[in-house]
């Protein structure tokens, strides 16, 4: 300090040290740097700033971080009342994207945040599927679906399906007579493992036995699996189902079949569609072949192009109301799959061609040779027709005497009939008497003649 007058200023006093106070930081922790270590833990490292920008004695670090998808649901606080360079974050999310930003803090407050950084923890075993669902249950199948986990921890490579019995399988707890005479009868007390690659979300379970209780287990895989998640299941149509159509009866034309059934007891409520199954003979499994075939229909018409060429099937035809699937009707007759070629393509349909096309040449050419002799003779005909017509001539009529006028009249009559076609250009008349009667006779003239 120092004193002054109107004269001038005086000299100052000695200086003295006083503190005023800290201010809040003014710049973020610089060079943050994130490191995955783990599943569940990121490794987060920083440098402080410049001390002109600390305004003090840096007291700590406050570490926010949140996943990149749900920031306002998940953003988290640490604190570090310690100046050190690093923090290890735990207990987070596998696979997880993550934000970071680090601000530091001193005795006047906090100072701004850093720019958030990005870090993904490592994959991890998945969560449980969110569910498990079945459908179109019959009496030796089902539809099996579930739910993606609700934490997936990781690139999801496929699930682990496992089933078996819930007691063991006897011929005396299968209600399916027919299923015990298949070629493969099912219900085998055995586990069955299912591995199921990609992300489907279902699987058509078969060769399951009649009225029996299977218990189902499935869970998700990244780099390993992860909890299961379990149901029960059991096999058959459930109460107020429809009862089982009439025995089909099968009808073929070339490459289409035609399935014939009646209707069986619709059940606690109206029927809503029918369901026709399929099994290689040979083999015993029933598959779902034509779905949603109208309810009022008791025929279903289908190309064998759907089929295993040469393989022979059965069929059977189901009911499905409100209440599901119904009983199966009884199998029908096996019938082959193998397409029947059209007649135009038989070998006797190419020999009965060719046979009539030989016939209708062999008929043609006979006709042409029959009208090539009928025009020969008639020319002949005509050349001995115009010499008999030229044959009498006008000498030969006169020098007939009277005496032998019935010689004439016969000649006459014999050229008449013979010559119908002459046309007479001339009459010569005279007059005869025989025994004293007078006789008028026309003569016709020989010469000239034409005949037509």
């Not at 930081?25 to 402080?48: F, G």
């Not at 002109?52 to 649901?73: A, C, L, M, R, T």
Request: glycine share 8%.
């Amino acid at each position: 300090m120092s004193v002054y007058n109107a004269v001038g200023e005086g000299p100052t006093s000695t200086p003295q040290e006083v503190f005023v106070g800290e201010a809040v930081p003014t710049a973020p922790p610089q060079n943050v740097a994130i490191q995955s270590a783990t599943a569940t833990q990121l490794d987060v490292t920083w440098e402080p700033p410049p001390l002109d920008s600390q305004n003090g004695d840096i007291q700590g670090y406050k570490v926010y971080f949140w996943e990149i998808q749900h920031k306002n649901e998940t953003e988290r606080l640490r604190t570090l009342f310690l100046p050190e360079g690093g923090v290890k974050l735990k207990n987070l999310t596998g696979y997880t994207t993550y934000m970071i930003s680090v601000a530091l803090f001193n005795a006047a407050g906090d100072g701004p945040r850093s720019p958030p950084t990005r870090g993904r923890t490592q994959q991890a075993a998945p969560s449980a599927p969110s569910f498990i669902h079945f459908s179109e249950l019959t009496t030796t199948s089902v539809n099996m679906s579930w739910g993606e986990p609700t934490y997936p921890n990781g690139i999801l490579e496929g699930y682990r399906l496992v089933y078996e019995p819930c007691t063991p399988v006897d011929e005396s707890s299968v209600a399916c007579a027919d299923c015990l005479h298949s070629p493969s009868p099912p219900g085998v007390s055995k586990i069955v493992t299912v591995d199921v690659k990609g992300a489907p979300f279902w699987m058509k379970i078969k060769d399951l036995a009649d009225g029996v209780t299977y218990n189902f287990r499935i869970r998700a895989k990244t780099f390993t699996y992860g909890p299961e998640v379990e149901a029960n299941i059991t096999m058959g149509p459930g109460e107020g189902a429809p009862g089982p159509p009439g025995e089909p009866f099968i009808s073929r034309y070339g490459s289409a079949l035609t399935i014939h059934w009646s209707n069986g007891d619709p059940g606690s409520s109206p029927i809503t569609h029918h369901v026709i199954e399929a099994r290689p003979s040979d083999e015993g499994l029933w598959d779902i072949l034509i779905k949603d075939i109208p309810k009022e229909v008791t025929s279903y018409s289908f190309n064998m192009d759907i089929l295993k060429q040469g393989v022979s099937y059965d069929f059977r035809v189901i009911g499905v109301n409100d209440y599901g699937y119904g009983s199966p009707s009884p199998p029908s007759a096996s019938i082959s799959a193998k397409k029947v070629a059209p007649f135009y393509e038989e070998w006797w349909f190419l020999v009965v061609v060719a046979l009539v096309g030989l016939i209708f040449i062999l008929l043609l050419v006979f006709i042409l040779i029959i009208r090539g002799q009928s025009k020969k003779y008639a020319k002949k005909s005509d050349s001995g027709n115009n010499s008999n017509c030229n044959a009498l001539t006008h000498g030969d009529m006169v020098s007939l005497d009277e005496g032998r006028f019935p010689a004439l009249e016969l000649n006459n009559r014999r050229l008449s009939v013979k010559n119908s076609f002459c046309r007479k250009n001339g009459v010569y008349t005279r007059s005869v008497t025989s025994h004293g009667h007078t006789k008028n006779m026309s003569l016709a003239m020989a010469t000239p003649r034409t005949c037509l």
